[in-house]
């Protein structure tokens, strides 16, 4: 049926409960759940499952065959009310699966504006940020932090309670372990921070200077055979104060698991 306000295909199946917002499309053998909140101009193309407590922004894309808010896949589930919310324009690819949290309370939460490739699966408590792409069949485990504007390669995999940098690329088939510092590629298994990366950088309009004081930290982190504190107080004494200097530093300073060296 179509209305004023959106167009839902008449095999879809929509819990009354459920609040769809203006201008939606939800094609064929959709299934929406009763808690489920849809923003205005989302699209589903056919077969999307999007159930439990699960809030999306406007503009969503979602292509066939992807499940959204489903229960968590964690033994530790033990009840109560689970939570995962989205901002806007996300494109969703065929077969994505993103979970609820596991515990009472909690949420999965992914920003506005990232491109999730088919297959890729975000576990429960995942915090993903805005303008991240996600290749094929890359996949986050629990309480994988990802910051803005990271790539995370095809096939790749994230352990749990690891965090991904802020512009950090991912090579393809990498496994990591240990967080992975913002402005930097890391590849292999286990992955390993190999360099700067400076596509990303210039995609991103980081400028000569940010760039410079980056490749030198690159050097002191990863070259020179420092302790982490050691070259951390070396990257503050000698480099120039920017922001993403600031930025890096205070990521490495916070980091529960290491970094991929």
Known sequence: MSGMHHEIHPTAILHPGASIGA??????????????????????????????????????????????????????????????????????REYVTIHSATSDGEVTRVGSGNHILAYCHLAHNVTLGNGVIMSN?????????????????????????????????????????????????????????????KVGLERNGIGAESQNALKGAYKILFREGLTIPNALARIEAELPGVPEIAHLVDFIRKSERGISR
């Open 23 to 92: 201008g939606c499309r939800i094609g064929p053998y959709c299934v929406i759940g009763e808690h489920v909140v849809l923003g205005a101009e989302c699209h589903l193309h056919s077969h999307v499952v999007i159930d439990g407590h699960t809030r999306l922004g406007a503009g969503n894309e979602i292509f066939p065959f992807a499940s959204i808010g489903l229960k968590t896949q964690d033994l530790k589930w033990k009840g109560g009310i689970t939570r995962t919310e989205i901002g806007d324009r996300n494109t969703f």
């Open 137 to 197: 069949v890359a996949t986050l485990a629990g309480h994988v932090t990802v910051e803005d504007n990271a790539v995370i390669g095809g096939l790749a995999a994230v352990h749990q309670f690891c965090r991904i940098g802020r512009m950090a690329i991912i090579g393809g088939c990498s496994k990591v372990v240990q967080d992975v510092p913002p402005f930097m590629m890391a590849d292999g298994n286990p992955a390993e921070t190999r360099t700067v990366n």
